[in-house]
């Protein structure tokens, strides 16, 4: 805890029967609770050796803030590099950044604006490309992903929004249909889905969890401005090793997002912590606290196996796993009944080069069953870790079938320009087509005058449902149309771009 006064923090919590020895206290000037924003990252060299922070230029004017990564350092005896030197001058902050742990990095384009041409900080200026190096240089960032902010979202903080559970599972706010930033957060996730794919070449994982209203009623975009509803979110949730610290605000509608979130979280005990008075001044939990990483971390990635058919043999489990000293065993655990004990099947290093282990669990023959499973792992040094972080509580599962399903015919799905959104359209703007039939055409974007000023896609239009993107910043406020021609008919769609 940052403080002044640890005698007054210490009966704080004592006065809430809360115990205190598992508390320590930074005795440092503050400005501000937004820990979140002005707190250091934590990094690792190669992955899992030593531990460093990273501290960047915070963007508000608060120097007390912007000095507590410093005072942090110290405290924890732990290596601060800072981005405040030229020409690694950037300002940033940490509810506009989300990392999976293994090279990737999402922000609004909040980052980009803050260290453009005329940025109100006086650090140099920088290009995109710019960014990218130092958040490579100093973060390990290999690909950054960065989406257009929100209208509503004073902030324009991605935690606001959306979250990482894991390297393959987004969390999203989800508002009802047209609704205040819903239509400008759909269309960044497509963007994403569209054009990126996790750590292990497959498609992100979304979990959706709706945004609900303000105390009074209303959502963020409630006009006049003193009508708008406070920007309540389940997203600005925060995880501390077993225990998920979600967001609440109303039984209404917390029940149902703790519902959604234990169901994809088994074994986490997710906690809800009212916070009505701290989402008045635009923020929740995660933006009032910051991890600092564990020392000599046992690092175990995994992706869980999705449901398949029976395997006569066996189903492979392949994990990273990883610690400085080395691994000296590692375990898959696995049952299908969850009122017995786990059984276990060694697991052996098949892939030094990138620190692959493997353990197979052995074939199922009951129909429509459900398999179980965690990994455990003991390092050299004798540190020791499993994943999910909660098993044996916690676990992964996947169900095995032994028959096909038969679908049955397929039902004719005529060719479709879906609705655009958001309409109207300040930034990446998302152009949903369904095919039929493979055909050719084209896709574009005409003005009011009936000139054509965007081509978004030109010659083949595979089966299937497919996502096309345009931005809609540099060009002139007024009306439009998005026109898909193909040899067959043409498909308009009104737009407007403000």
């Known amino acids: 805890v940052v403080c002044t006064d640890s005698t007054q923090v210490k009966n704080y919590l004592t006065n809430l029967s809360i115990p205190l020895s598992g508390v320590s206290y930074l005795i440092a000037n503050s400005n501000s609770v937004w820990m979140r924003d002005y707190g250091a990252n934590t990094v690792y060299t190669d992955a899992v050796d030593s531990l460093k922070l990273i501290d960047w230029i915070y963007n508000r004017p608060r120097p007390a803030d912007d000095a507590v990564p410093s005072a942090l350092a110290t405290f924890k005896n732990i290596p601060l590099y800072a981005t405040t030197t030229a020409p690694n001058d950037l300002v940033h902050t940490g509810g506009n950044f989300m990392v999976d742990g293994f090279g990737t990095a999402f922000s609004s384009n909040l980052v980009l604006d803050e260290n453009a041409l005329n940025n109100s900080y006086g650090v140099t200026v920088k290009t995109e490309a710019d960014i990218d190096t130092i958040m490579k240089n100093y973060m390990g960032i290999d690909r950054y992903i960065k989406m257009p902010v929100l209208p ?126 701290v989402i008045q001044a635009g923020g929740a939990l995660h933006c009032i606290t910051r991890a600092v990483g564990v020392e000599n971390p046992l690092l175990i990635s995994h992706q869980p196996l999705a449901d398949r058919m029976n395997d006569p043999n066996s189903y492979p489990i392949n994990a990273l796993i990883q610690h400085k000293t080395g691994i000296a065993n590692a375990n898959v ?124 896609h030109n010659g083949v239009f595979e089966k299937g ?18 026109q898909w021609a193909t040899s067959t008919q043409v498909y308009m769609q009104k737009i407007l771009i403000r």
């Open 152 to 277: 509503y979202d004073g902030i324009h903080h991605i935690d606001m929004h959306m979250k990482l559970f894991d390297e393959e599972t987004l969390i999203v706010g989800e508002y009802p249909q047209g609704v205040a930033d819903g239509p400008q957060i759909e269309a960044n996730l497509q963007y994403v889905l569209s054009n990126f794919n996790s750590m292990f070449g497959t498609p992100y994982k979304v979990i959706r969890v709706q945004m609900p209203p303000g105390s009074n009623g209303n959502y963020p975009d409630a006009s006049p401005w003193w009508n708008a509803g406070e920007y309540r979110t389940y997203a600005n949730s925060v995880f501390v090793n077993k225990t998920l610290l979600v967001p609440v605000y109303t039984p209404q509608y917390d029940t149902t997002a703790l519902r959604i979130i234990r169901e994809n979280l088994p074994g986490y005990n997710v906690v809800g912590i009212d916070c009505n008075q």
């Open 333 to 456: 655990y696995y049952r299908t009944d969850t009122t017995q004990p786990y059984s276990m099947a060694a697991m052996t290093l098949t892939n030094p080069t990138n620190n692959t282990w493997t353990g197979l669990i052995p074939n199922v023959s009951a129909i429509d069953t459900l398999v179980y499973y965690y990994i455990a792992a003991q390092a050299n040094s004798g540190k020791q870790q499993v994943r999910p972080m909660p098993a044996p509580e916690g676990y992964w599962r996947f169900r095995v079938q032994n028959t096909v399903t038969s679908i049955g015919t397929e039902m004719l799905i005529q060719n479709e320009l879906k609705q655009v959104y958001p309409n109207p359209a300040q930034a990446i703007t998302c152009v949903p087509l369904e095919v039929n039939v493979q055909t050719e055409g084209k896709l574009s974007l005409w003005n009011s005058l009936g000139q054509e000023v965007k081509v978004l």
């Open 465 to 482: 449902k497919t996502n096309y993107f345009f931005d809609a910043r540099g060009l002139s406020s007024g009306a439009y149309w998005v």
